[in-house]
């Protein structure tokens, strides 16, 4: 194969950061498809719902940056498996309040206990001093409006 183009891929920030978060992420994947099945929206759905309790699909996607859409399947699926119940609201029959059942409070509090000692091994890989400089620059970059 030959090289028509020096535009340096490898070197892309958006192209780094998500081979970065594939990568660092697969370890973490295996334990929550391995152990409830779930996909990556499922889980992400349940930890909001773990860490500030009753919610909205709108109130999720606002906080995780998830697609309505995405939302929407994630929360049929965590329903189907009686992880979340879904209330609806009596003033805008739209709205549904979505909350965690004592199952779904097990597999939250499980996969937490996963993912703190994931973090951990994750961040020994680099520096206290990297590990701040990262975690500042990628709450700064995820903060960045789409016009910036």
């Known amino acids: 194969m030959t090289k028509n183009d020096e535009f340096p891929l490898q070197q892309f920030l958006p192209y ?6 594939e990568e660092s992420s697969l370890e ?17 759905v349940l930890f909001h719902l773990g860490i500030y309790g009753r919610m ?9 940056k998830m697609h309505k859409t995405k ?3 994630a929360v049929q699926r965590l329903a189907e498996r009686r992880f979340l119940t879904r209330d609806q609201d009596e003033k805008d029959r739209r709205l549904e309040h979505l909350e965690l059942t004592t199952a779904g409070q097990a597999a939250y509090r499980d996969l937490r206990g996963v993912a ?9 890989t680099l520096t206290p001093e990297e ?3 990262l975690r500042q620059a990628l709450v700064k970059l995820a903060r960045m409006s789409p016009d910036a």
């Open 56 to 64: 909205t699909a709108k109130e999720i996607g606002e906080r995780s």
């Open 131 to 133: 590990n701040r400089v």
């Open 71 to 73: 939302i929407s399947r």
């Open 28 to 44: 973490f994947q295996q334990v929550y498809k391995n152990r409830y099945g779930m996909l990556r929206t499922e889980w992400r």
């Open 16 to 21: 780094l950061l998500n081979q970065a978060a």
């Open 116 to 124: 703190e000692r994931y973090d951990v091994k994750l961040s020994a």
